[in-house]
């Protein structure tokens, strides 16, 4: 799927992301499901899950995952 999909509003996958990269570095994740449930909650305006916004972030915590 597209980085340019429309998501809510005027906001695409990629909006979301360059939104949550901004946190990201401060995270802790003890789970995978830490991963989804923060991708989640820290989304502006829409709090349900975005597949392309969780996997782009699994991809990036794999190191980060104690």
Request: with cysteine; charged share 25%.
């Amino acid at each position: 799927m597209s980085n340019n999909r429309h998501i809510w509003e005027g906001w695409t996958v990629q909006d979301f992301i360059d939104e949550l990269e901004i946190t990201f570095p401060y995270q802790t994740f003890h789970t995978f499901e830490d991963v989804r449930e923060w991708c989640k909650s820290e989304q502006p305006y829409y709090k349900k899950h975005i597949p392309e916004v969780y996997n782009h972030f699994i991809k990036k915590v794999n190191f980060k995952v104690v």
